[in-house]
DNA sequence: ATTCACGGTAAACGGTGTAAACTATTCTCG
DNA sequence: CGAGAATAGTTTACACCGTTTACCGTGAAT
């Protein structure tokens, strides 16, 4: 039984290998340094370029799938990165996945503007929607829950959030797994974004280099801001283990 | 005697006022809503595109050439906003400054990519040399340093810094007025590294929409952000007042 | 067995950046 | 003043790009 995913047709199942082909050839033009193109794609399939409009609609689109699937698969790499802590030390875990989520940026700035500095437009809802799959998001959220579960650091409660922040956490239009966090505790996703906004605000300073190269080799403008974020996160017990764990992942850059 | 700015020869003056309109047409160009390109500036000028690499070597040229004018035209508007509070209370008109320079990257997400998310390789030291001239950096560097002689608010000291992070704020790689700075006090740079940071993070993922729109419109992410750092700039006893400057400028939006 | 959807092609259009060769104007200098 | 050089344009051309249209096999479905 050679290996059944989905009781898909035969056309169903080479249409998405398809898929999977396209996003391989993408992936390796960035690699090689090439720009993204839906003619290289093609190329590179062996297709004209007209009939990768049989798989995506626009370049756009080509771009949105693209982006999502590095998106995953990064996100899957920082996870392995991270499990070599085990799941009942979610702030390890946390500080791993953070300095591998820098690492990459640094090593692959032009993937990660696709991802995260591809510009949205505020009325553009299919893309909105698909911001809220990503599947970074989730991994973040999901980690600063679980800290949350073990440290009971302090949120707002709703009251005390402007009310349309309130409407934004309790129906999130962000990537989050928030659906098991009960609405009187989602106050949580305030602080999951102020802290994601302070760790893709030097992330992103860094990748795309509007900062002297010296502070980014030195990574000490990302250690300072993570490092910030501790004591919030009711982790200051932790604090020397987890700066060692932090230091040790960014080393391997 | 009409005007006279510089000793330049005929010729000089009207190349100078070419490369004026080359601006101007490019920022015509993205008030349109239409993207920059080499041809389409050309021909609002009644040029042919080859014409026009008599002053621009190239199309990532002319992008930095707008970026930067760009750059100065926002500051010189950011600048005047912050003006209307007296040179003596540095701390009012940094959060002029600061709402401003918010308000325009989302009212000009395209004008702000071009300036602030546009990628520049660590190896291309010309582009790099740009960035060091950025007026921008300018301007928030001189308002921390006003701040900083009136509320003396402590930073580290040399010997507390990162070697490589010394070197990097004793001769800088990045925009700022930093030559009036005294070498043992250049620990500041470092203070603005870090707040520049933070805003430049909270102001990007907004202006590129990685963010809950209602969260954008409530401006709540970008207000927490900027009054966190009040404490760190010996803000703490202006509080209330800045915060009312704040919301007011954020307002206006 | 016929129909029809699917996945591909070729040709074409208008757009992009850039290089080369050529030309007219204008400044400079002997 | 006149010769020569520098400057600022042109035309033409090339190789890309995204996208549309019309066309055509093959294979699945009725």
Same mark, same amino acid.
């Given at each position: 039984?050679?290996?059944?995913?989905?009781? *898909?047709?035969?056309?169903?199942?080479?249409?998405?290998?398809?898929?999977?082909?396209?996003?391989?050839? !993408?992936?390796?033009?960035?690699?090689?340094?090439?720009?993204?193109?839906?003619?290289?794609?093609?190329? $590179?399939?062996?297709?004209? !370029?007209?009939?990768?409009?049989?798989?995506?609609?626009?370049?756009?689109?080509?771009? +949105?799938?693209?982006?999502?699937?590095?998106?995953?698969?990064?996100?899957?790499?920082?996870?392995?990165?991270?499990?070599?802590?085990? !799941?009942?030390?979610? !702030? *390890?875990?946390?500080?791993?996945?953070?300095?591998?989520?820098?690492?990459?940026?640094?090593?692959?700035?032009?993937?990660?503007?696709?991802? %995260? *500095?591809?510009?949205?437009?505020?009325?553009?809802? +299919?893309?909105?929607?698909?911001?809220?799959?990503?599947?970074?998001?989730?991994?973040?959220?999901?980690?600063?829950?679980?800290?949350?579960?073990?440290?009971? %650091?302090?949120?707002?409660?709703?009251?005390?959030? +402007?009310?349309?922040?309130?409407?934004?956490?309790?129906?999130?239009?962000?990537?989050? $797994? %928030?659906?098991?966090?009960?609405?009187? +505790?989602?106050?949580?996703?305030?602080?999951?974004?102020?802290?994601?906004?302070?760790?893709?605000?030097?992330?992103?300073?860094?990748?795309?280099?509007?900062?002297?190269?010296?502070?980014?080799?030195?990574?000490?403008?990302?250690?300072?801001?993570?490092?910030?974020?501790?004591?919030?996160?009711?982790?200051?017990?932790?604090?020397?283990?987890?700066?060692?764990?932090?230091?040790?992942?960014?080393?391997?850059?």
């Amino acid at each position: 039984m050679p290996h059944v995913r989905l009781p *898909a047709t035969r056309r169903e199942r080479q249409r998405e290998a398809t898929y999977d082909e396209i996003v391989a050839s !993408a992936a390796e033009l960035l690699d090689e340094g090439a720009d993204l193109s839906l003619r290289a794609v093609a190329a $590179k399939m062996g297709l004209t !370029a007209p009939a990768l409009y049989r798989y995506v609609a626009s370049y756009q689109q080509l771009v +949105d799938l693209v982006a999502f699937e590095l998106d995953k698969a990064a996100t899957a790499q920082w996870q392995a990165a991270a499990e070599k802590y085990p !799941a009942d030390d979610p !702030a *390890a875990r946390l500080a791993v996945g953070c300095a591998s989520f820098r690492n990459w940026a640094l090593a692959k700035p032009r993937q990660f503007a696709l991802v %995260f *500095a591809n510009p949205i437009a505020e009325a553009d809802t +299919d893309r909105r929607e698909l911001l809220t799959v990503s599947t970074s998001g989730h991994f973040f959220t999901d980690l600063l829950w679980q800290i949350w579960e073990l440290y009971q %650091f302090p949120f707002p409660a709703l009251d005390d959030l +402007d009310p349309v922040v309130r409407e934004a956490v309790l129906d999130p239009l962000i990537p989050a $797994k %928030f659906e098991h966090i009960p609405p009187e +505790d989602r106050g949580l996703m305030w602080i999951y974004m102020r802290s994601w906004s302070a760790l893709y605000g030097v992330v992103t300073l860094e990748s795309t280099g509007h900062c002297d190269p010296r502070v980014i080799e030195s990574g000490q403008l990302f250690r300072a801001t993570v490092l910030d974020w501790l004591g919030p996160l009711g982790l200051d017990a932790e604090r020397d283990r987890l700066t060692e764990i932090l230091d040790e992942v960014l080393a391997r850059r």
